[in-house]
T-cell receptor
Framework: QQQVKQSPQSLIVQKGGISIINCAYE??????FPWYQQFPGKGPALLIA?????SEKKEGRFTISFNKSAKQFSLHIMDSQPGDSATYFC?????????????FGTGTRLTIIP | KAGVTQTPRYLIKTRGQQVTLSCSPI?????VSWYQQTPGQGLQFLFE???????NKGNFPGRFSGRQFSNSRSEMNVSTLELGDSALYLC????????????FGPGTRLTVT
């Protein structure tokens, strides 16, 4: 049972454009939603995270939009740069101490072309 | 602060052997989780340790086990290796009780031949 569905599988965006990656979850107990960025040969790096009490969180060029009623959340990368080319994973956890295990989406390979 | 470190970075083993991987969390982090990453199954949770006790466990067979030491360092062991165990094994540390953020190490690339 895939509890976090991520799309698209791959994405090509021109430099300066907006990259959008979407995720949907099933478990309504999920309460913490991080995004990770992974470069080849590296471990995932925490990019930005949100709790459901806010609908949007912005950090620099990265924004999470959250729709609790639709059980969906998305990552927007503004002014995308070639250095943003990586694989992005959304994740979810129940968000209480003692139960922080992450359920990951399947990943989106993002390529930014000049 | 130094990040999460994992050793070894690369490992080649033969089917039927066993392997032990090591993880040192960020200083002060008491929770250590292990994940398996494969192209087919993606990132899957193996188990989590806190204060030397396994607190959560994923859906993996008993061949996969782990432990945590009093200094929060953790090891995971896979016995009777199968070809399908070839994967990147990632360790993540979390301060717990103050933050839900998990920080990953670079992983150990295990190849089973």
């Amino acid at each position: 049972q895939q509890q976090v569905k991520q799309s698209p599988q791959s994405l090509i965006v021109q430099k300066g454009g907006i990259s959008i990656i979407n995720c949907a979850y099933e478990n309504t107990a999920f309460d913490y939603f991080p995004w990770y960025q992974q470069f080849p040969g590296k471990g995932p790096a925490l990019l930005i995270a949100i709790r459901p009490d806010v609908s949007e969180k912005k950090e620099g060029r990265f924004t999470i939009s959250f729709n609790k009623s639709a059980k969906q959340f998305s990552l927007h990368i503004m002014d995308s740069q070639p250095g943003d080319s990586a694989t992005y994973f959304c994740a979810a956890s129940i968000g209480n101490f003692g139960n922080e295990k992450l359920t990951f989406g399947t990943g989106t390979r993002l390529t930014i072309i000049p | 602060k130094a990040g999460v470190t994992q050793t070894p970075r690369y490992l080649i083993k033969t089917r039927g052997q066993q392997v032990t991987l090591s993880c040192s969390p960020i200083s002060g982090h008491r929770s250590v989780s292990w994940y398996q990453q494969t192209p087919g199954q993606g990132l899957q949770f193996l188990f989590e340790y806190f204060s030397e006790t396994q607190r959560n466990k994923g859906n993996f067979p008993g061949r996969f086990s782990g432990r945590q030491f009093s200094n929060s360092r953790s090891e995971m062991n896979v016995s009777t290796l199968e070809l399908g165990d070839s994967a990147l094994y990632l360790c993540a540390s979390n301060p717990t009780s103050t933050s839900y953020e998990q920080y990953f190490g670079p992983g150990t690339r295990l190849t089973v031949t």
